[in-house]
């Protein structure tokens, strides 16, 4: 929860009205009675272990220790019990880990204890309850009305404060439930230690306070085993869909996407570590989605040894001076608390799991064990992915020119053509092209060169490429432009600044059919000419092979029966030649 400076201030000024006045009531119409310094510290002491051992369920944290307090009041009064809360609350502000300032934390719960304890005991003696009482039924009912008083006071004022700082706390919601239900379990144990107190003193805390400290870290136990159960299916669960996907943005998708559900943050990215040293974002999460465009994070520098990111263990920077640590690393001002975990591979660092909060102490240590097998997970399925589109990549791509092949070509032409016949593309054009005079090109420089030239004539042809275009080689050395939502016009357009490019382009080949030695030969330039076919759905086809034939029949027509180095256009079942 983030507070401004004016909340902090408005949240002390109240502290000022209520926590000294509440002393000041409390002390003047309820005094405390006779006071067991030895029996008040040592149930301060066991109410200390009792808030060290929460039990923690479905996603909640029951603390127990009311029945302290419920004792001490019981025995000493309300300004004791004021007292009393007021310490055990310093213990809270500098044992748990919270988002807030600790200053804010520290007005805020004080003055809800405050308000809350001198409300609860004046309702309980407005009723007739009184201190000190060995009458049994008078203890233990007026005992359970206080508890409950107690507890709705204090889920009413939390959810006060809350309404005020824009956020929604319900009075019926689980964790209030649990509170009640809490407290109404705990009051027989308060009433109990009450009694064998005043018979028994300090010994009263062998027979129930020292027992009770014992079930509880047993439970604590049981409940961390549990936890960890839990979390070991919570990351099967992810393994199993990470295992799922196929494709590398896929992987990376899910894991930041699931991640979230299980161990909050505000941003998270995945940075890849090339050659052991070049950090590269790879993808982020964030409140507006996922992005390969990485903000919030910069890499001053290189990998190197001392820049305080580990690249064997996870780590946690629960503030800014922590982060300070990670000095090659550059976060948002507004960054509180950063988690990293290497993403490693057949024992090789080759990435980051970099998680960010806008508050302190957001990342705990319970969580690692659960990054660290996550992470495990990702690695695998990251390798996985890679290899998948390994494999599908040499299957839909020429191994020489890169450039995709035939198989993609068929496969993207009939997804453009029924987008088109679904009138989701207003047009689709196509671009054959062909080297003239090639096999001249062969037989005089050699094979080898031809490929060269092949090569290099992909890498120009890319430059001519937009976001939806497919550029394929078609077989041989000749090569297909799929254009969707470009006309003729504008298709013939591009045709010729292609044509015209590749004309006044030198190509570079060392000639490999020379008698002489591989170190005498010399390296030289040729140049080329290409002819072209345009063709445009749905005027010219309706069909993808129609499309495709009658763009190679524009390219030989118009093109090389017209003189070559030309673009042939077909119109109306006929192909013209032209160079503009």
């Known amino acids: 929860?983030?507070?401004s400076k004016k909340q902090q201030i408005i949240m002390f000024c109240i502290w000022l009205l209520v926590v000294p006045a509440s002393f000041l009531l409390a002390k003047a119409y309820f005094p405390a009675k006779e006071l067991d310094w030895m029996n008040i510290v040592i149930l301060l002491f066991i109410m200390f272990l009792t808030m060290l051992l929460p039990i923690h369920f479905e996603n909640m944290t029951i603390s127990l220790e009311r029945w302290i307090t419920l004792t001490i009041f019981l025995q000493y009064g309300l300004f004791v019990e004021i007292i009393f809360i007021q310490i055990a609350m310093f213990f809270i502000l500098f044992t748990e880990k919270s988002t807030l300032p600790i200053s804010h934390k520290f007005f805020v719960n004080s003055t809800i204890f405050a308000f809350t304890s001198l409300l609860s005991g004046t309702i309980y003696h407005a009723l007739g309850g009184t201190i000190g009482s060995m009458d049994f039924s008078n203890v233990f009912y007026f005992g359970l009305i206080y508890a409950i008083t107690y507890s709705l006071i204090n889920n009413l004022l939390i959810k006060v404060y809350f309404h005020f700082n824009a956020h929604i706390f319900s009075l019926t919601s689980k964790g209030a439930l649990w509170d009640y239900a809490s407290t109404i379990i705990m009051v027989p144990f308060g009433v109990a230690l009450y009694f064998l107190n005043v018979h028994l003193s300090n010994k009263s805390l062998l027979l129930i306070g020292i027992p009770f400290v014992i079930v509880l870290i047993v439970l604590r136990m049981y409940n961390s085993s549990t936890t960890l159960k839990d979390q070991l299916s919570s990351a099967s669960a992810i393994g199993h869909e990470l295992a799922d996907r196929l494709l590398f943005d896929e992987v990376i998708e899910t894991f930041l996407v699931k991640l979230k559900e299980v161990v909050p943050y505000d941003n998270a990215y995945v940075v890849d570590l090339?050659?052991?040293?070049?950090?590269?974002?790879?993808?982020?999460?964030?409140?507006?989605?996922?992005?390969?465009?990485?903000?919030?994070?910069?890499?001053?520098?290189?990998?190197?040894?001392?820049?305080?990111?580990?690249?064997?263990?996870?780590r946690i920077y629960f503030n800014e001076k922590d982060?300070?640590?990670?000095?090659?690393?550059?976060?948002?001002?507004?960054?509180?608390?950063?988690?990293?975990?290497?993403?490693?591979?057949?024992?090789?660092?080759?990435?980051?799991?970099?998680?960010?909060?806008?508050h302190k102490n957001m990342f705990q240590t319970e969580s690692v064990h659960l990054i660290n097998i996550l992470t495990g997970f990702f690695a695998i399925s990251l390798e996985k992915a890679r290899f998948y589109e390994s494999t599908i990549e040499k299957g839909e791509r020429c191994g020489l020119t890169k450039l995709h092949n035939f198989s993609y070509l068929e496969l993207k032409l009939g997804e453009n053509m029924k987008e088109l016949q679904e009138a989701k593309l207003s047009n689709l054009s196509v671009i054959m092209l062909d080297i003239d005079h090639f096999k001249s090109i062969n037989d005089t420089y050699g094979h080898e060169c031809g490929n060269v030239i092949l090569v290099r004539l992909a890498e120009l042809l890319r430059k001519f490429t937009t976001t939806g275009t497919t550029l394929a080689r078609y077989g041989g050395e000749e090569f297909v432009f799929l254009l969707p939502n470009t006309t003729k016009e504008e298709a013939a357009n591009l045709a010729e600044e292609i044509r015209a490019e590749v004309e006044k382009t030198n190509f570079v080949i060392t000639p490999d059919l020379s008698e002489e030695k591989p170190l005498g030969r010399i390296s030289i330039e040729v140049n080329i000419t290409i002819s072209l076919g345009v063709a445009t759905a749905p005027e010219d086809a309706d069909h993808p092979k129609d499309l495709l034939r009658n763009a190679d029949r524009a390219l030989y027509i118009g093109g090389k029966q017209s003189g070559r180095n030309l673009v042939g256009v077909y119109e109306d079942g006929e192909a013209a030649g032209t160079r503009l």
């Open 323 to 358: 982060i300070k640590k990670l000095s090659t690393l550059e976060f948002d001002a507004n960054v509180r608390s950063v988690l990293t975990a290497p993403i490693i591979r057949d024992g090789v660092t080759e990435g980051f799991l970099i998680m960010t909060s806008l």
């Open 1 to 3: 929860m983030d507070v």
């Open 274 to 314: 090339r050659s052991g040293i070049n950090f590269v974002p790879l993808m982020g999460n964030g409140p507006n989605g996922l992005t390969s465009e990485v903000k919030g994070l910069i890499f001053r520098d290189i990998k190197k040894a001392d820049d305080g990111l580990d690249a064997l263990f996870t």
